[in-house]
């Protein structure tokens, strides 16, 4: 089955993917078009080129880069595995029709999103503002699975354990 991970920025998807991946879980690496030194994710760098002449399973673009998900998941996925994999929402539909899915949710409530956000020092108040005021609805019919991530990440990733857990098989 793939698990998508969607929520909101400042939620805590990475801390909570890395824990997952740190259980033994599979995670998907992302090919993106940004360089390796850029930071954020460990992820596959690639050239506009480079990913324009790939296959991937899934593909979409946000915030002026290309994102993939490599076409190998789909070893794992026949397999029987579980594979989680950071998507965008504009996909979700597309992997749904395409794989055994669900959808992990990391959430928090908005003042601690706005709190970290805040914290890592790279949008003024007004754009925290209209980040948080976005409104990102899952498409209907999805089996949702939701982790509320206000706490300590121990907790989270715990929380996210037991939706995995409980998946069906």
């Not at 360089?35 to 991937?56: K, L, S, V, Y």
């Not at 990102?136 to 857990?165: F, K, M, Q, S, Y």
Request: overall charge negative; hydrophobic content about 50%; aromatic content about 4%.
């Amino acid at each position: 089955m793939l698990v998508a991970v969607v929520g909101p920025s400042g939620a805590g998807k990475d801390t909570v993917l890395e824990g997952l991946r740190r259980g033994g879980h599979v995670i998907a690496r992302r090919a993106i078009t940004r360089p390796a030194e850029a930071g954020g994710e460990d992820h596959i760098a690639m050239t506009e080129a480079e990913f324009a002449a790939h296959d991937f399973a899934l593909q979409w673009q946000a915030h002026g880069l290309h994102y993939g998900i490599p076409r190998e998941i789909e070893a794992a996925l026949a397999a029987g595995q579980v594979v989680l994999a950071n998507l965008s929402r504009t996909v979700l539909a597309e992997a749904a029709a395409r794989y055994p899915f669900a959808v992990l949710e990391i959430t928090a409530p908005p003042a601690i999103l706005a709190a970290r956000l805040a914290a890592r020092g790279r949008e003024s108040a007004e754009d925290i503002a209209a980040r948080l005021a976005r409104a990102a609805p899952l498409p209907p019919g999805l089996l949702v699975l939701r982790v509320v991530n206000d706490t300590t990440p121990e907790a989270a990733i715990a929380a996210a354990e037991a939706c995995l857990a409980a998946l069906p098989r």
